[in-house]
């Protein structure tokens, strides 16, 4: 995903170049005071815009008043805690959207799980989810035709994963922080031998495996070191596989 600097450098560049035509990209790469190709590689999203090229486009004097502050808001805007990447202006969904297609996937978890049918009343007493919001997820799941509804009105999984909407994908993916922080702090509090997992399948591109590689690693290792600092000691087994699907499949 396009880190939202590279937006704003492209800008200023053209701003500049708007008010004097000979100016060029090698010109713009001397003013930031970095090598021209690793600022072309940046701009063709061929390379990542990491902190030290951050810290050194933010230590450039040649940049106006106007263009840092637009600079140090992107960077503001695409922190991250694990990931130091986030694009704001990538998300189609609100918090409350978000949150609610969250519940879906822990209530398709639950019953992918357990194979056994659970009827709306208990399912949401287990989700913690009031009527509405219960009746929402699993229209949506239904829709989905991710589960079923038996004869006897009770729900049950219908299959083996949820396939989703590249926007809803990319909104779940830059929220997997803050789900893996509640969902952590909720298995301290409910953790009684219970498993908690999942399916969700993305089509990604080999760049964007190589990143979600990156974000699993980093968030695992948050969860294992809260872990092991924390009072009460319980053991976790947490298993992420990121692999290839053909297309066919």
Not at 48 to 69: Q, S
Not at 224 to 247: C, Q, Y
């Amino acid at each position: 995903m396009k880190h939202q600097i590279v937006g704003v450098l492209t800008s200023i560049f053209n701003k500049r170049k708007q008010r004097n035509p000979k100016y060029s990209l090698r010109s713009f790469a001397r003013d930031l005071e970095i090598s021209p190709g690793r600022l072309s590689r940046i701009l063709n999203e061929k390379d990542e815009p990491g902190p030290k090229f951050i810290d050194a486009i933010l230590k450039t004097k040649t940049l106006g008043p106007a263009e840092r502050e637009e600079i140090q808001k992107s960077v503001q805007n695409s922190r991250n805690p694990f990931t130091h990447i986030r694009d704001n202006e990538e998300l189609s969904l609100d918090k409350d959207e978000i949150q609610i297609i969250w519940s879906c996937m822990a209530i398709f978890s639950l019953l992918n799980a357990h194979r056994k049918g659970f009827s709306e009343h208990v399912i949401g007493e287990r989700m913690g989810l009031n009527k509405t919001e219960t009746k929402e997820c699993l229209a949506f799941l239904l829709k989905n035709k991710a589960i079923k509804q038996t004869a006897n009105g009770d729900y049950v999984s219908a299959t083996d994963k949820v396939m989703l909407p590249r926007k809803q994908m990319v909104d779940l993916y830059y929220s997997h922080v803050d789900f893996l922080k509640n969902t952590f702090a909720r298995s301290q509090e409910i953790a009684r031998g219970e498993t908690l997992y999942g399916n969700m399948t993305a089509a990604l591109t080999e760049e964007s495996v190589k990143k979600v590689k990156k974000i699993l690693i980093a968030a695992l290792t948050k969860i294992t070191k809260e872990a092991s600092t924390a009072g009460e000691k319980r053991v976790f087994h947490i298993l992420a596989e990121v692999f290839p699907v053909d297309k066919g499949q």
